[in-house]
């Protein structure tokens, strides 16, 4: 395998880590169940490429409204 061949595949999983984290944190702030949230955590940990895809397709979309609170909301 070439040099330059290696460093594509290594920035392609350095982009699929990335991906999986920020999967892993949208649901975690999903409305979604304590249970459910582990599955998909769990799933996208173990299967990093099929459980983003499958997240991406099904997983849990609805979000937690942003703090409104006066602390939150200095600026």
């Known amino acids: 395998m070439s040099e330059i061949t290696t460093y594509r595949l290594i920035g392609l999983a350095g982009l699929i880590v990335l991906l999986d984290l920020w999967a892993i944190v949208s649901v975690f702030r999903s409305d979604a169940t304590v249970g459910v949230k582990s599955f998909w955590a769990i799933l996208i940990s173990l299967l990093p490429l099929l ?7 099904a997983g849990p979309r609805g979000m937690k409204p942003a703090p409104s609170s ?6």
Do not use: F, I, K, T
Not at 51 to 57: E, I, N, P, S
């Open 51 to 57: 459980g983003l895809v499958a997240w991406g397709l």
């Open 70 to 75: 006066a602390e939150h909301s200095r600026g």
